[in-house]
């Protein structure tokens, strides 16, 4: 865009602002953004002018409430763990209780995969509305959900047990919708936070408060169940319905604090509420769009119907050990999500995200093609070694492709549709995670026994590690800064006005700390 472009009448008038932000014509837009390249990331770096009433400067966000926004965005993904693995425990004490003729493989299908389904709703959805509405308002909106969803499925009920069974499916899709938008909303709005109170750690940051957080609550489905039957003994439907409703306490814990929680300094500077270019969009981030949700994909048919039937595969080796029993050797294995995790967290600011992507699936392959080779005799001979070797299978999925497909589906995006191309890989890898679910059982009829999954989700982690490392790109400190300015480029040189971005063309000062000169974009009006 020239300068002959667009003229700016000195005489219009001008909203009221304050005095230091300088109104620039369109054929300065470069001079701004080669300024914001270099914008240190510190809190004296840049100060946000905000659309309030007085159209005064809003002072920068503390670090403490970054700090906070981060603990608080990541924490109710405590749920989607928990809720994920505590149907595994539940389909295990329904098929006690109802036995195989009415708790059914295809019943037990629809209530393992509901979640999943109501959850690519969810994230397709919120991920458009934090991008449009606002983050806060999707976290608030997502925590209700969650609560709801979880509520109704503790008090499923019904005239027959087909009844109760239904309306726990539809709870479950319900919770699911929630559960799902938390994966935009919480990753974006702790990523974005993450990136002001330290750039340089911002991969470890994210995964420990949204990765990290999520094998917690794994752990934690396992746990609780065998609490439960320990008060309950046999009688396991007090076990079942309290299993879910403890579900409600971590969105619920979070919703006072997301309440009063802002969004993040960056989607306030760089949101794109109005006439947003979806074919320059597509235009640009097609390939990436297409390499995270295949990714994602491929990570999710292979790690979620190894958690969802973890208890059932637990139990069909377990030679008629108690219930209590069983659960308990799942609480061992889902304990090795967490040192995976904390190691992928390390590794990604350490060696990059691409190659603990690539060295995560590929190990993973090698151990799962192990795994699904000695599965018969080592299962049965040998049932604690088994325990660890599958427990080292789901590590170092949480190693590699646990934390980065998040990570990388919130670094290689823009913050103006960060969470609508978040919103749409996550989805794809649910879309992964219930094509899984779906298949496993066919899976392991075909081929003769639990072996065959290992061995089909092996073969192709290992195929989708080499395209990790060579078509995935590479995302430094100062990723989220320079994407952002690469696109507004990429929008200047294609004649969009970037005077719209920003919340009600919230105006942006740049302070160096050198020389003390400021910037801001000019108002489209």
């Known amino acids: 865009m020239s300068g002959s472009d667009t003229m700016i009448d000195g005489n219009a008038p001008k909203p009221p602002v ?7 014509a369109p054929d300065r837009d470069q001079k701004v953004i080669n300024s914001a390249r270099h914008t240190d990331h510190s809190a004296n770096a840049s100060s946000i002018h905000s659309d309030s009433e007085d159209g005064l400067v809003n002072k920068p966000k503390s670090r403490t409430a970054s700090y906070f926004n981060v603990l608080f965005s990541g924490f109710a993904l405590l749920s989607d763990g928990y ?27 629809r209530l393992s995969y509901a979640m ?50 239904w309306m726990m499916i539809i709870s479950r899709g319900i919770l699911g919708v929630g559960v799902g938008g938390e994966y935009p909303c919480s990753s974006v709005s702790a990523g974005e936070s993450a990136d002001e109170v330290a750039p340089g750690k911002r991969g470890g940051l994210f995964v420990m408060v949204t990765n990290f957080v999520i094998d917690l609550g794994y752990v934690i489905s396992a746990i609780v169940p065998v609490i439960l039957l320990a008060i309950f003994k046999d009688n396991l439907e007090p076990v079942w319905r309290l299993s879910l409703g403890l579900g409600i306490l971590p969105p619920l814990s979070v919703l006072y604090f997301r309440l009063k929680m802002a969004d993040s300094e960056r989607y306030r500077t760089s949101a794109m509420k109005k006439s947003v270019p979806y074919l320059l ?7 990436r769009l297409l390499l995270t949700s295949g990714l994602w994909f491929i990570y999710d048919f292979i790690s979620y119907p190894n958690g969802v039937f973890s208890s059932v595969i637990i139990d069909s080796v377990a030679n008629g050990q108690s219930t209590i ?19 992928g967290a390390y590794s990604v600011d350490k060696i990059g995200r691409r190659k603990t992507l690539a060295f995560g699936l590929l190990a993973q392959g090698i151990v799962g093609m192990i795994l699904g080779g000695v599965y018969e005799p080592l299962s049965k001979n040998c049932m604690p070694m088994f325990i660890i070797v599958y427990g080292i299978f789901l ?30 890989a996550a989805a794809i890898g649910k879309v992964g995670a219930t094509v899984g679910t779906l298949a496993f059982v066919p899976m392991q009829e075909a081929m003769g026994g639990y072996r065959g999954p290992f061995l089909v989700g092996s073969g192709i982690a290992i195929a989708a590690s080499f395209v990790a490392w060579f078509l995935l790109p590479e995302i430094g400190p100062d990723g989220l800064v320079e994407e952002d300015a690469d696109f507004r480029e990429y929008l200047i040189a294609n004649g969009y006005d970037i005077s719209q971005l920003g919340l009600n063309n919230q105006q942006v000062e740049i302070v160096h700390d050198n020389t003390k000169n400021s910037t801001g974009s000019v108002d489209s009006t």
């Open 18 to 24: 304050d005095e230091r932000v300088v109104d620039l």
């Open 83 to 109: 809720q994920s693995g505590v149907i595994s425990f539940v389909n295990l004490f329904l098929g006690k209780i109802y036995g195989p003729d009415v708790f059914n493989a295809d019943m037990k299908s």
């Open 116 to 165: 999943f389904v109501g959850a690519i709703v969810g994230q397709l959805g919120f991920g458009l509305i934090i991008d449009r509405v606002g983050r806060k308002i999707g976290l608030v909106a997502t925590t209700l959900l969650v609560i709801l969803g979880a509520a109704l499925s503790c008090a499923s009920s019904g005239t027959t047990v087909d009844g109760l069974l």
């Open 281 to 287: 969009i597509i235009k640009r981030y097609w390939f």
């Open 325 to 343: 029993d069983v659960v308990a050797w799942n609480i061992l294995l889902y304990a090795f999500y967490l040192p995976g995790c904390v190691a």
């Open 395 to 424: 590590a170092l999925g949480e190693y590699g492709p646990g934390p980065t497909m998040g990570l990388n589906s919130m670094e290689l995006f823009p913050t103006a549709v960060r969470g609508t191309c978040y919103g749409i």
